[in-house]
């Protein structure tokens, strides 16, 4: 873990002030659904080989992707200030691109092992905007007109605040965040033709999070970790002057979930009341991984998987009472560190 910065004061959570926190990167500092077939970002579908052992009765497969067209947590790897050039605790590409002269070993740092050690584990808060937006309440209250998933539209924080209060959700420190903004939903009425012409234009523009500093705020004061069904979690192509990516990964360390597969969660909470829920998520464990596919969610009597392999089992548990292994949440990250090997951001 990092040490603490000195010079922030921390408040009750043990972090500092949001007022506190720089969101940018200068460049002079040194600050410490879509997995088959054709797919967004130009990046390659899953592809896989099967392969007969004859003489043996026996099969195996091999399966090549890019993690980012599945159901995945970006890792710290991924996405670095773009003006800076730094990724978190001011790592650059050249120490990720690292290979070791004498041993010919990659380097790992930064890589998603470090959160594969533990998992990803605590209580998931789902808000589920699009169930919301569709009801007359959310109707009449909701900022947004005419959400589109394929066009660049923002979900005001508003929205998300009025969504959570219409659930009687109640927010708790360390609480991992999940967005139901209907992308899925969106996506299976789309033709081939038409995700085609949604995939020619560039840049793409998928519905998400609005980037403000009013929303990282809320982020920084709640959640440990946050997710969405969406392919990229906040809107895009941006339409203000910072990228969520770049503040919550490169400057915080902080998990974006993306592409996840949230209609049975959802369909359990409405039916259940009830939209807090325990959530286990084991990384494959790759050392130096860039981002990494998510087995599973875990809630009372319920799994949803998403693009990814079912791995994992059902845990019933009381979520209001599970405590991630990671970190507890007085372990809070405490602004930007200066140790480049501290690989777990603000999961701790």
Known sequence: MAPPVSGFKLNANGVPDFDALPLRAEIHDS??????GETFFQRDALHRQLIDKAPRIINDDVWTFNSQV?????????????????????????DIHHVDEHTGERSTVLGIQAWAEQGIVGRGVLVDYHGWRASPEGQTQSKVKEYDSFE????????????????GTELKFGDILFIRSGFMVSLATK???????????VPHHFGGVEQSEDMLRWIWDHFAAVAGDQPSFECWPTKESLLLHEVLLAGWGCPIGELFDLEKLAE?????NR???????QEAN????????????????????????????????????????????DERTRAI?????DGAGRLR
């Open 191 to 201: 033709t081939k033709d038409e995700l085609a012409t949604y995939r020619a234009v």
């Open 70 to 94: 599945s159901t995945q947590w970006d890792g710290l790897r991924h996405f670095a200030y773009q003006d800076a050039q730094k990724f978190y605790n001011g790592v650059e590409q050249g």
């Open 268 to 272: 359990h909470c409405r039916e259940q």
């Open 31 to 36: 600050p410490h659904a879509q997995a088959q």
């Open 337 to 341: 560190g200066s140790d480049p090997n």
């Open 152 to 167: 660049s539209v923002s979900i005001p924080l508003e929205d998300l605040q009025a969504c959570l209060k219409a659930q």
């Open 275 to 281: 939209w807090t829920f325990f959530k286990r998520l």
């Open 286 to 329: 790759g050392s130096g991984d860039i981002s990494n596919t998510c087995p599973l969610i875990d809630t009372p009597r319920v799994v949803t998987y998403a693009f990814s392999p079912p791995f994992g089992s059902v845990m019933e548990v009381d979520p209001d009472k599970a405590v991630s292994p990671i970190r507890s949440h």
